[in-house]
């Protein structure tokens, strides 16, 4: 024993534990946000009970089961339920019972409250969910398809047809989002550019009947097709809204619920292997390129992923030059002394700043100081509407941009160092100026440790939230950062990101059981997204190792 | 290296070639000065973010600024002396109400009138009193000779009159009487009201009144409210109050109606709770200065806090305190800074803050903020005795009068005053609580309440934070970099450290999500397996090392030195599982069956479920990454020739590893450490979502916290450009900024040195 100890082989052990928990913590969390954030896509079975509530009633319940656990029987009674004498542990399920508009939809059930316990959970092959573009999912059985209010088909003829009705109401449905959002938008700013273009004139002192006149025409004829688009809109809608369904819920209860507000219906419990795969990839991708529903509950995440690309990729343009002239200079120009020393203090500074300082910088000085003032150099007759003046997209990728800045310096630098000594004297000595070596020679050698680097800061700037918060990031944007519209890239506008969705529906959501699903499967989305950007970067740094190492023994 | 060195080669070269060359030549001399200046202005970027936030924050340690507007003589000297001065909202004009019964309004920026009216104050009567409402503005009462009062309320109305393409903006003074032309009696013996005051809430107007005789009396008046919209009927109740001695000199009402400052020419004051008006009860009186005269006295903004000045220049803040036993006690809060040492004539306060401004014989004034305690302007405005003085609604103009009547109009430049270094970061007794504390609370319902920006508690919570986040990330980090720097095989330590590593690119947004939503409620729910966890580790680790030390020699040669990690992971996987499972268990069995509310019952210890152990372990996991990086870097750039040799004298290679390679690689492993530290500390994401955000001041391990980052974050998006509070973010970012500047120029030092140090062995 004292042998054993005297060795110190116990202290080796020890410190190899500390390494193994890190490793068990990184892979651990990494399993955890992909099989939770994977999971929510599997369609679940429903399930129909009967259940005796507080009051001692027996009512019968249809959800999909979302979570399971066991707690002791003392937290029950504290939350001031009943549990069985004896029983020290009770299992209890969390039960999504949908039916959003008649209370809950969610609801934690006790195994000893339900009838026959195991037993008394059924998964008839005839249960219906419906998921809606209001209120949220509906659970129960399909009676009949209404035509105006009338009965058309019921049983599995009507399901059948159902399910056609709903695909075509879906297409009209993406006709009218068209109009509606990129017609009627494009009209509207059309119609924000000519108030803006008068006000102008109102500035300049020049508005009279004369200057006036081309405006006034031009909006009218901007009115006239508006009210064309309008009264489209009107008969699709209309049209929408004529078939309807009716389906019983778990109380007895028959809803009439209108085509138009139906995204997608199906029978989970009657689903193949081969179904459940096709509607997982379905929703999978759905929840990709869908918009968000119902105060960001429902839906995709479409916008989120869509504002975070376009800020990263604005940061990059803005990002890369600036990082790498910066790592130029330090390797390849600047004579190493106090000034350099000083400048890589400031570099690893900047790395070090905590990212809501930059935050706060971005917004005193992008956004009020530089943005105000631009304002009111460039667009005085929007006043005092903010222009670049308010938090927004531009400024953001600016912020980003002053925080990646280290990133791609050290990435570069890294890359400059390990060009052999031999190639740069080679090219000097066959008369290249130093300018040309860099530009012929070194610079392509490097492209890759400077690719490596701005992979490295996207994938830094994809995650960070707190900046943003400050500079320009929103819960929930009603137009795109780019489209169709001039001048197609939106500086000004406000944009949704997917680590902001994250804390904004994980924690200001006011229901977090409905939330946390959709939560856990953006987390996996956002962290496979970096993941796959840093391993890009690691595999590019690797390759390019390789090729110097060749070059060096040259 | 430069081309222009051999120019021999090219002597009878064609001018084409000279010209490229002279091209080929500016290019690379506007490369380099191009580059040169853009690299260096990496400098200016952090400069230039230190430096904005530096002036952003500036303003607020400045002090108020004033300047000159207008000054002129009174005009209608007949209307006799002013008993009283108020500025209207707009600063235009301003109104004053004389001792011959009338009232002027005069423009501030001429004085010239704008109205005059002479109040219906009965012949033969003398006024001798007035008494002035903070809380329902334009509210006056005028104290007569023969024991009665006149109510009257003067406001200004603002409307806007179409000029031009400009609007232009009028403002009508209007004067009314409350209650008729009739006076109220307040002494039914007819004796002369020598101090009155009067206060408004709803449907009820109080009055308190003293006469000579030192007799107080209080007036309700309350008008009924009539279904039919007219006047109702006016119903007067009468109260005496009773204990005052000596001649009065103050009396006051605070704004809730709850209670009268007394105060008699002897400097002494008398509390009154007065909530049931039928019997007032004197909850004590106290001398208000040890030495010299009371001279004046105002009730602050709020009138809670009561301001009195004496014949020495000093000023000072009384206001009451509620004692053990929930009494009520007046109390010296604060004694402000000096500007002057002669008598203080008037003290006037703001009317939307804080603050009040003070006048002396000798016509200097001084502005003053009460929670702060900060003399913000001191100035000489006149050359006699500055008698009168009045704030304008929003604080940035004033008005005076001088004992020679002269008005004296200034403009006020004082936006930031509720801040001083002393009230940042050193208790504060605000109003209302029972001793001074640090306390952050930068929002209210009302104006009347103070605004709390001590930085401390947030300091605080972002320390704790950290602390705890080190507390944690610390032996996982070092020790993990030993592990792999030192002991692990290379093959191994190629899969390993990568893997660490990539956790770095983590969003902090997710770890604070897992940390809110999962771990926070695991915890909750599994205190005793945790705990066990953590307390078994290391002993498991060892036990696991003793074991495998009485496996056959044959079977641990079979693996290689180094796999020691491999071979853990399996014991730490079932000490896991074990210690979770049976946590319910453990909870039936020594904790009734939630160990929470045991803790909070037995240990007194409160437990929130978002609390600091989560947030040091949220926060632990991201800074590991950081930590074990560099630190096995520095590990692993020890020479091996050191440890080889030392391994070679006989030492074993946890000798070698104490002795030797650790002493080489502490420069380092303590720059990990800070640049770890300074990732703690301005961590926001996961602060923000794993802690209650609460700015409690708690050392106990189970509460929440709220940090500098988070706070900046949550109230950021909702400060007002330019105000206090917006700036008081600022500096906290800047704190933050210099915390972090200091951790990060002290590690890039010690790893500069470092690797000179390597570069020569």
Redo the contacts between chains.
Sequence with gaps: ?KK?FS?????????????????????G?LF??AINGLGYFWPKDVWELNYQDRSGKTIKLIGELHNEE??????LQ?AGIETPPGQ??VTRYLLKVGNREFGNDFRWIEQFNIENKEQGIKTPEKLLVVERLAWGNLYGNFVALKEKGKVVAKDEPGYIELLKKVSEVSEKRKEIEKISRKDVGEINSLIEQLRLDERKLELDKRKNETTMKPLLEKKKILEEQFKGLQKKLDELNAVIKIDSIDVQLADGKIVDVPLGNITKVYEPNSFTIFEKIIFYAHKFFGFLYEEPREANTEGGIFPAIFGTVVLVMIMSIIVTP?GI??A???R???KQGP?V?????????????????????G???FV??LGGNIDRIFFPESLPHPTLGAPCLLWSAVTLA?LT?PVV?VSTEEGLARVPITLREGS?AL??????T?WRVILPLVSPAMITGLILAV??A?????PL??VGVVKLAPSLPLDGSFPFVHFDRKFMHM??H??DI??QSPN?DAT?PL?YAT?FI??AL??LL?FAA?TIRNHLREKYKALGSL | MESSGNNFIFQKDDKKILKRRKWRSFLDKFAKQFIAVMGGSIILAILLIFFYLFGVVLPLFQGAKSNKEANYATISPKAGDTLYLDVEEQSEQAIRYTSNGYIIVFKTKSGSGVLEKKLPVPNGVAITSIGTSKHARGLVALGLSDGTALVVKHSFEVSYEARGDENKRVITPKIEMPFGDETIIVDENGKPIKALSVQAFESETILAGANEEGKIFLISLTRDESFLGGEGELKTDRYIVSGFKGKIAYLFIDDAIEHIFAINQDSEVFFYDIKNKEKPVLLGTNFLFSDGKLTSANLLLGGVSLIVGNDKGRISQWFYVKDENNKKELKLIRDFKQFTNSPIVKIASEKQRKGFIATDKEGNIGIYFSTSNRLLLNEKISESEVKHIAFAPHGDNIVAEDSKGQFHYYSIDNKYPEISWSSLWGKVWYEGYKKPEYLWQSSAATSDVEYKFSLIPLTFGTLKAAFYTMMFAIPLAIMGAIATGYFMRPELRQFVKPTIEIMEAMPTVILGFLAGLWLAPLFEKNIPGIFLIVILFFPTTMFVSYLWHFLPETFRRKLPEGTEPLLIIPPILLLIYVCMSISPQLDVMFFDGDTRIWMTKNLGIVFDQRNTVVVGIAMGIAVIPIIFSIAEDAVFAVPKHLSDGSLALGATPWQTLLRIVLPAASPGIFSALMIGLGRAVGETMIVLMATGNTPVMELNIFQGLRALSANIAVEMPEAVLGSTHYRILFLSALVLLTFTFILNTVAEYVRQNLRAKYGKL
Excluded: Q
């Excluded at chain 1, 020393?341 to 910088?361: K, M």
């Excluded at chain 1, 994809?462 to 707190?466: F, L």
């Design positions: 024993m054993w060795s110190g082989n116990a202290y080796i052990w020890m410190v190899s534990g500390a390494v193994s928990i890190s490793m068990i913590i990184v892979i969390l955890l946000i066991r707690i002791s029987a003392k937290r504290e020290n542990f600036f002239i910066a130029i200079y330090l390849e120009y600047a000034f020393r000083l400048l890589r203090i400031a570099i690893n500074n900047l790395a070090g700043v905590p990212s809501v300082v930059y935050g706060v910088f917004l005193g000085f009020y100081f002053l800045l310096i000097l008369g290249a100026t130093k300018f040309e860099l994938a830094r994809a995650g960070e939230v707190a918060m400050l680590g902001f994250i804390h994980g924690f977090v946390k939560v987390a956002l962290v970096i993941f840093n690691i």
